[in-house]
């Protein structure tokens, strides 16, 4: 799998928008962009994913550059909640030995101000 | 998505023993994985664990020390064998979401055992 590099720490105040960045310029084709989040002493929670189109869902929103050497990853409107670290993950989907594997990094720690 | 019950959720062990941690899923699934955070880490993959055959071990981690057993698709354990200090870790097992492998599945996460070894 491709390696990220995330910035180490963000911060941001409550009601603006988090705009989180994951270099990842050594993707290949077959390979989806995943968000996830670990707010503290708690399991990961899966955030939002993307091959190559933006996608948005109820908590987020990813943008893909079009040579998919970088993504964003938005939260429109963050709370104090929202205070977590972000771990951007490249993953292949096709099968071989990494199949179903995510490879963490350090992730970003997105402190989240009143 | 699948829910995850992970026992215990903390304990605290003597080095030299042994501790199993239990991952009850509430639904059948492929495959189960055991991920280790260290303090102030990020999560490493100890394993994979598939039911009906070996699990599948990464680089660094071995049988005799995490074994795991998975007896059936919705529950796994790990063992943390012959602790020590080193082995204070929160360990999290973790399970796709969704019932394929297909783009459209991300991962559900346990909360995690956390261990401390004395």
């Known amino acids: 799998d491709a390696k990220t590099t995330q910035p180490t720490s963000m911060d941001c105040a409550e009601g603006r928008a988090a705009n989180l960045p994951c270099n990842h310029s050594?993707?290949?084709?077959?390979?989806?962009v995943y968000w996830y989040r670990q707010i503290h002493s708690q399991g990961p929670q899966y955030i939002i994913h993307g091959l190559k189109n933006n996608e948005t869902n109820e908590m987020a929103s990813l943008i893909i550059t079009e040579d998919r050497k970088s993504s964003t990853l938005i939260l429109p409107h963050a709370t104090l909640r929202d205070t977590a670290v972000y771990y951007c993950?490249?993953?292949?989907?096709?099968?071989?030995?990494?199949?179903?594997?995510?490879?963490f990094g350090q992730g970003t720690i997105l402190t989240v101000h009143p | 998505s699948a829910v995850i019950s992970q026992k215990p959720s903390r304990d605290i062990c003597q080095r030299g023993t042994s501790l199993t941690i239990q991952c009850q899923v509430d639904?059948?699934?492929?495959?189960m994985f055991w991920y280790r955070q260290q303090p102030g880490q990020s999560l490493t993959l100890i394993a994979t664990a598939n039911q009906g055959s070996e699990a599948t071990y990464e680089s660094g981690f071995v049988i005799d020390k995490f074994p795991i057993s998975r007896p059936n698709l919705t529950f796994s354990t790990l063992t943390v064998s012959n602790m020590s200090p080193e082995d204070s870790s929160i360990y999290l097992c973790s399970v796709s979401r969704g019932t394929g492998w297909g783009p459209n599945y991300g991962y559900t996460f346990g909360s995690g055992t956390r261990l401390t070894v004395v």
């Open positions: 639904s059948q699934v492929t495959m």
């Open positions: 050594t993707i290949s084709g077959n390979e989806y």
């Open positions: 993950i490249v993953r292949s989907n096709a099968g071989g030995t990494s199949y179903g594997k995510l490879t």
